[in-house]
């Protein structure tokens, strides 16, 4: 019972992280290289609206996908040219992007589809389907704990949650093992040092920008195609602001970010699950303190109190060339 | 060091440049109603006409601006120290705290002018409370008060159903509110001014809240420019050198700022949990917090910039509501790009047109030989 | 050894109306050191930025290895063969060292191949040229001498065969210089080209083969080493210039008012800037401290008056000893009647933004002449200021005015007025006339020999030598932090220079 219990926690830890990782990893693309990033949710629901939308009208996953991806992408590119281009205020911008999301999908939501801000409900192949891995049923009926855990965590998710777990090595690859990712981290320590090596800080930092929107777009598409049939008003309800909170919690770190954000998920996972539940030796927790755990650690963590979370040095500040 | 930026004269600055830039908001805005498949301009038409056509839509219009007033007030004077307050949505919804306790408290007893400066202090002083854990731990810790801003409005979101779900419901309610105030905790409407201009006010909300928030930008004026307090704060927001030259107090200044503006932003609660449902409720603030961002970068952070900005989004609110009776496609939603369109413009673009204006004005310039030199640089 | 690794022709630049550059002509020999010298301001660096991408020069033509080159940015000067160490370095500081190394020269999208380039490459440079470096080592936990050898790393990972050192000792302890020289002339010996900057005589003597003199934007001179002198040098160097007159009569020195003992003060980054520093200032004299610009001079005089905190020592003002390691509190050394005028207006002194009688109050803000209560009295604060600015004859005579629309040379005087009209005991004037026009540096001459008249302790600081013996009835000389000599205001300029340069060292310092 506690068993299936946990089991079901986990399985919807797993259900609720991919967007939380894609957009967290998203940020970690922007602000490594210096740009700070509070756009994210906008980004990611732009994305999902853009998802809906065009998977509803095209009939295809695919291309609800890609559309997705390009809306996300001109977000970004608004962002990294009101902070890098234009030298403006990186937090104002990323407010801006925000709320112009929140609008633009409503209104363009109802305009489009009349259904109240909705997209049309999506059919099974409009949009992303999970996949079973062989041998799920026989595993999870023949070979006790790992079977069930392979049934239920590692088969039947959506190939999207794959890519996300997968986007960890890979990102964490990208920064650590290539030169664009040594740049993309000298850029957000030092700019002058990548300016003085001569490689441009601008395209550096909009390449940086570019991958966080192309990020936020999977992670809007995983919101309306996967763990839901179609878009609805608001529905990335803060995991924008959660992605950025395990951003910081994970110390703007690859691995780390992962870990964040399962904690994340399993907190909301927990938090609905657990609602009016009492629990052993602490009693009923409310929900809502659940709920506003991610913020609270992430507060306390940026106090000092555990730990230190240290920004990219040369985050928030756009690069003025001066001798 | 030279400044990366070209030199306007003072009324481009202060009035023309952001003119310009909220025009483009405005011109980007009526874009996306002619992607929604409607007329920008019959939009603006029927907006215009509901915000000022007849006197309920004015009262309705002066109503929300108050909520703009105060937060757009929290946002700049935290501005005027550099301070980026995001936290105004979180403060003002703790705010309601103040309002509901001293309302829940006084009402059965006592007239509403008794309750109100209760009201005011209580709103004000749970603001306050909510900004000053950003404030410390940016001035002892060093923690971006930008994030723990935003941290804590989501912290406040689920504190307050926690209360009003557990605490403040009435028992046996279902509904997750405050009981109804009774008489000693409304605030009467000013509905009388409006009818002193021949308008009919109707049911519009609009309340006594409305002069305070003119009082309060009376003060945060006279607290920015005319007091020592306003001094130091201004000398720390424009250079941490000076201040530190001057002898300044650097925590103190970012703690008392932090909690100012959070005690402005609290003030809000009172328009809507005394003056207009005289309950608290869920979400009453509704994004207002975030309006106030908009209102003080259009309203350059100046008590005389804010009220105009402040009424205008009033305008979009009110006159946003109107529009969706004939535009079912044109929701209230709509102020929100406008909103977000104005952030962008006006805060983070708001010097993409300054090159375009200065070149404008040095072609004029040249081409009257009298115009003295500028003052010489170094 | 005759063959030319780069020649100048006829470079010239300007900003605005700072002529930094005029029509330089200069000829490197390949295979040597060559050392440029010259004080501040004198357009060492600005040349050295043309050389290395960061400028274009208005006029003239670059030469390397006797072609003609266009060096448009760092890729240009790094394709050509020349590499900088620049004065601060360009480190990302949590990298490692091969990674600062390997950074912009990597090669390959992936790094592996790359990665295994330089750490080949790196340890070949390490046995050639005695430039041992741990290449994972995180790059800030090392020591400053270490940092630097990164950086000379980068440029010979790169190719590098003329390689420019930007006051390359300015940060480096005795010893770490003289380990930095044998680096030097390894490379040198190896083939390589070494473009020196300096204003350290002593260090020019002990390692370039030639060096060029840099005097207001020009070369005025270029010597082999072995055929000059020290003293010649900083005759060359300081030149004979048209002395700034200033009418002053004896001094008649009395009690002291400022003391200063043992003073040791740290900057940001844990550096000892000022190492056990004392002397006086007595009422009715001006003492100057001179020293070229980093030796310690900033961090006194903001420990003196309460800015930044001392490590150890003790400041004391008309007798009474000051906290110089607790809570600093300017305001209450104002109130004690010490005044200060920061060597930084722009960031210190006056709040640009600000209207001009705001900034006329800063640091004031408190005075019961300017306040009621909590209240700013602007009547007075304004009137004040009038009467300030047509005394100082600050032009335009407007208090209304934002600062930053005023002059230098009237920003400067709008600092001076504050100060000085508040009649105190002491006073501090940090570059008084930095960046200022003739007109002003007069006025403000004046008026500091004024505050002297009137038995006042001044102290100045100031990195113009000529304003130093204009005004100093005794000078210090400030090197590497201590105080390196004193004279009296009569000591000539040689005799100073060779002070400031480090070349010769005396009292309890050495």
């Not at chain 1, 709320?99 to 801000?117: H, R, S």
């Not at chain 3, 200060?340 to 640091?363: K, Q, T």
Request: with cysteine; aromatic share 8%.
């Amino acid at each position: 019972m506690v068993w299936q219990t946990i089991l079901d926690l986990l399985e919807s830890t797993v259900r609720v992280s991919p967007p939380l990782i894609f957009a967290a990893l998203a940020g970690l693309f922007s602000e490594r290289s210096g740009i700070f990033d509070i756009g994210l949710e906008g980004k990611m629901l732009a994305g999902a609206f853009a998802a809906g939308a065009a998977a509803s009208v095209s009939h295809s996953a695919l291309i609800g996908l890609l559309v997705a991806i390009v809306v996300s992408l001109l977000l970004a590119l608004v962002h990294a040219f009101a902070s890098i281009t234009q030298r403006g205020n990186q937090i104002v911008s990323g407010v801006a992007i925000n709320f112009i999301a929140a609008g633009a999908t409503v209104i363009l939501g109802q305009a489009w589809f009349d259904q109240g801000g909705r997209t049309p409900q999506l059919a099974a192949g409009e949009r992303f389907t999970t996949v079973d891995l062989p041998y799920a049923q026989w595993a999870s009926n023949h070979i006790p704990v790992l079977g069930p855990i392979y049934e239920h965590l590692i088969s039947g998710q959506f190939w999207l949650t794959y890519l996300a777990f997968a986007m960890v090595p890979f990102t964490w690859w990208v920064l650590y093992r290539t030169r664009f990712g040594l740049r993309l981290r000298a850029v957000g320590e030092n700019p002058a040092a990548v300016d003085t090596a001569g490689i441009s800080v601008t395209w550096l930092r909009y390449r940086a920008v570019m991958c966080d929107g192309i990020l936020c777009g999977i992670a809007g598409a995983y919101l309306s195609m996967a763990m839901a049939a179609g878009f609805t008003k608001g529905m990335t309800a803060g995991r924008g602001y959660i992605a950025l909170a395990a951003l910081i919690f994970a110390k703007w770190r690859p691995v780390p970010v992962l870990f964040a954000c399962l904690l994340f998920g399993f907190l909301d996972a927990f938090g609905i699950r657990m609602q009016g539940v009492p629990l052993p030796i602490i009693g009923q927790v409310p929900g809502q303190f659940v709920q506003a755990l991610p913020y609270i650690l992430t507060v306390v963590l940026l106090a000092g109190f555990i730990g230190r979370a240290i920004p990219p040095r040369a985050g928030g500040k756009p690069y003025v060339k001066e001798r | 060091m030279s400044t990366p930026y070209a030199k306007l004269p003072a009324w481009a600055e202060y009035v023309l440049l952001p003119f310009v830039n909220v025009v483009v908001a405005f011109l980007v805005a009526g874009l996306v109603v002619l992607l929604a498949g409607d007329s920008p301009l019959h939009a603006f038409q029927l907006m215009i006409e509901g915000a000022f056509g007849y006197g309920e839509g004015i009262g309705y219009t002066l109503y929300y601006a108050t909520n703009f007033i105060f937060t757009g007030l929290a946002v700049a004077v935290a501005f005027h120290c550099s301070l980026f307050n995001i936290g105004g949505e979180g403060q003002a919804y703790v705010g309601g705290i103040g309002v509901a306790i001293a309302a829940l408290w006084l009402d059965r007893f006592v007239p509403w002018w008794v309750t109100f400066p209760v009201a005011i202090a209580l709103s004000a002083g749970f603001g306050a409370l909510w900004a000053f854990i950003p404030g410390y731990l940016q001035a002892k810790r060093g923690s971006h008060v930008v994030i723990t801003t935003i941290m804590f409005n989501f912290i406040a979101s689920s504190l307050m159903v926690y209360l009003l779900v557990h605490v403040l419901k009435p028992v046996g309610a279902m509904a997750p509110q405050t009981r109804t105030f009774a008489e000693g905790g409304q605030l009467p409407t000013l509905g009388w001014l409006l009818k002193l201009f021949g308008l009919n006010p109707g049911i519009a909300p609009f309340n006594i809240t409305f002069l305070l928030a003119l009082v309060m930008c009376f003060l945060v004026w006279v607290l920015v420019w005319r007091t020592r307090f306003g001094y130091e704060l201004r000398t720390l927001g424009f250079s941490r050198g000076a201040a530190r030259y001057a002898g300044i107090n650097e925590a103190k200044i970012i703690i008392l700022t932090m909690m100012i503006s959070g005690a402005l932003a609290g003030m809000m609660a009172l328009n809507n949990v005394m003056g207009d449902q005289f309950r608290l409720q869920l979400d009453f603030v509704n994004g207002a917090g975030f309006v106030g961002i908009a209102v003080a970068l259009m309203g350059r952070s100046h008590p005389l910039g804010i009220i105009p900005a402040a009424i205008l989004f009033g305008v979009l609110y009110q006159g946003g509501a109107e529009i969706s009776f004939d535009m079912p496609e044109i929701s209230r939603d709509m102020i929100v790009i406008i909103q977000g369109l104005v952030i962008l413009f006006a805060g983070a673009l708001e010097n993409m047109f300054r090159p375009a204006l200065a070149s404008a004005f040095g072609r004029i310039g040249r081409s009257r030989r009298d115009v003295a030199a500028p003052a010489a640089g170094e | 050894m005759s063959e030319t690794a780069i020649a100048l022709k006829g470079i010239d630049k300007s900003f605005g109306s700072v002529h930094a550059n005029r029509n330089i002509n200069l000829t490197v020999r390949k295979g040597t050191i060559h050392g440029i010298v010259g004080e501040n301001g004198a357009g060492k660096s600005t040349l050295m930025s043309i050389l290395y991408g960061f400028y274009q020069a208005d006029a003239g033509d670059i030469l390397v290895n006797g072609e003609k080159v266009e060096i448009r940015d760092s890729n240009a000067a790094i394709a050509a063969g020349i590499g900088m160490v620049h004065q601060h370095f360009m480190l990302v500081e949590n990298f490692t060292v091969l990674e600062n190394i390997m950074l912009g020269a990597e090669d390959r999208q992936v790094l592996n191949a790359g990665i295994a380039r330089a750490r080949r490459t790196l340890k070949e440079l390490e046995e050639e040229y005695a430039l041992q470096v741990d290449p994972d080592a995180i790059t800030e936990q090392l020591p400053v001498g270490s940092q630097q050898r990164v950086e000379i790393l980068k440029a010979l990972y790169r190719g590098a065969d003329i390689l420019i050192l930007d006051e390359p000792t300015g940060v480096l302890t005795p010893s770490e210089a003289d380990h930095l020289f044998r680096i030097l002339e390894q490379l040198r010996n190896q083939g390589k080209t070494i473009i020196f900057i300096t204003h350290k005589l002593r260090e020019v003597m002990a390692i370039t083969d030639e060096v060029s003199v840099m005097r207001r934007g020009e070369i005025v001179a270029t010597k082999e080493t072995s055929q000059t002198s020290v003293d010649e040098l900083a005759e060359l160097m300081v030149g004979r210039r048209v002395l700034l007159r200033v009418d002053k009569g004896e001094s008649t020195p009395r009690e002291t008012r400022l003391e200063v003992k043992n003073l040791t003060v740290d900057d940001e980054r844990g550096v000892t800037m000022v190492k056990d520093v004392s002397f006086a200032v007595r009422a009715g004299e001006i003492v100057g401290i001179a020293g070229v610009a980093g030796n310690g001079q900033s961090e006194l005089i903001e420990a003196i008056s309460g800015i930044r905190r001392a490590r150890s020592g003790e400041v004391i003002l008309e007798g009474e000893p000051i906290s110089v390691s607790g809570e600093a509190d300017p305001r209450r050394l104002r109130a004690r009647g010490l005044a200060h005028v920061p060597e930084d207006r722009h960031h210190m002194g006056l709040v640009l933004p600000f209207e001009e009688s705001e900034n006329a109050i800063l640091g004031y803000q408190t005075d019961a002449r300017y306040v009621n209560g909590a209240f700013l009295n602007l009547g007075a604060i304004r009137s004040d200021a009038g009467e300030k600015m047509e005394r100082y004859d600050i032009r335009p005579p407007d208090p209304r005015l934002k600062t930053a629309n005023f002059s230098g040379g009237n920003q400067q005087k709008i600092v001076l007025a504050r100060e000085i009209e508040r009649d105190p005991e002491v006073l501090i004037f940090g570059q008084p006339t930095r960046g200022v026009d003739v007109g002003a540096i007069e006025f403000i001459h004046k008026r500091i020999i004024e505050m002297r008249d009137a038995g006042k302790a001044v102290l100045v600081v100031s990195v113009e030598l000529d304003e130093i013996r204009g005004l100093s009835d005794r000078i210090l000389v400030m090197f590497d932090g201590r105080i390196v000599g004193e004279r009296d205001g009569e000591a000539g300029e040689n005799e100073l220079g060779l002070l400031m340069a480090g070349v010769e060292e005396e009292g309890t310092a050495a």
